[in-house]
């Protein structure tokens, strides 16, 4: 079975990612949509969105995205979504103030295996952040790039006093990124199909999926409990 994170084998400059952040800073940061799902302050600025505005924070598969206007002033970030040969949804900087926490919870069709990975690369952190991605530690330390299956249960909890802010880009797979996750260890033709999961992380997903009913979530219920 495939790794539930792992680190890519490219890393970025602090300082560049620093400056861009100085940039949007500016701007405004909008508090993320899913309130019962974290405590303290969650907030979100998008540099490519389904409507290009900046405040617009919505993700969702199958939709078209396009670079805000923001995007156009930040050259490093620009530079490390071109460094991705691959299309992209949603690309955001998260950030997660001092004392504040994301509760355990898993996001649908968010894996390699699904066809899209989620890449984050720290701006902002340090030791007191703990990122949870199936019960294991993921240790991102600042300009590292990661991949996580967010599909699986995880949480962030940040027990520090300054905030965590991480550079996210949601990327759709393609023969590029297979070569590049096969040279990282991962069996690319690997399936995501529920039957790889244990008992407990089923009735984890199942109870996620029945607190906010949907057709979709409902068929992925009924797939489960199948099986």
Request: include cysteine.
């Amino acid at each position: 079975m495939n790794p539930s994170s792992s680190q890519l084998p490219i890393s970025f400059s602090i300082d560049k990612l620093q400056e861009d952040l100085v940039t949007c800073e500016n701007d405004l940061w909008t508090p993320h949509f899913n309130t019962n799902r974290y405590e303290g302050n969650w907030t979100s600025i998008s540099l490519r969105s389904q409507s290009g505005l900046s405040n617009d924070i919505m993700s969702f598969a199958n939709a078209t995205y396009k670079n805000t206007s923001l995007l156009d002033r930040c050259d490093y970030f620009k530079e490390i979504m071109d460094w991705f040969e691959c299309d992209k949804e949603a690309v955001r900087l998260l950030r997660l103030d001092p004392q504040s926490e994301i509760k355990e919870h898993v996001d649908n069709d968010t894996s390699y295996e699904d066809g899209f990975f989620r890449i984050h690369i720290p701006i902002v952190t340090n030791d007191d952040v703990f990122f949870y991605v199936d019960k294991k530690r993921v240790p991102m330390k600042r300009g590292e790039c990661w991949y996580a299956n967010f599909q699986l249960p995880h949480s962030v909890e940040n027990k520090s006093a300054e905030p965590r802010i991480h550079f996210t880009l949601d990327c759709i797979r393609n023969d590029w990124s297979d070569e590049l996750f096969t040279k990282m260890g991962f069996n690319i033709n690997e399936s995501s199909k529920e039957n790889q999961y244990s008992d407990e992380l089923k009735q984890q997903i199942i109870a996620e999926l029945s607190r906010n009913p949907s057709e979709a979530g409902a068929k992925i219920i009924a797939d489960l409990q199948s099986k």
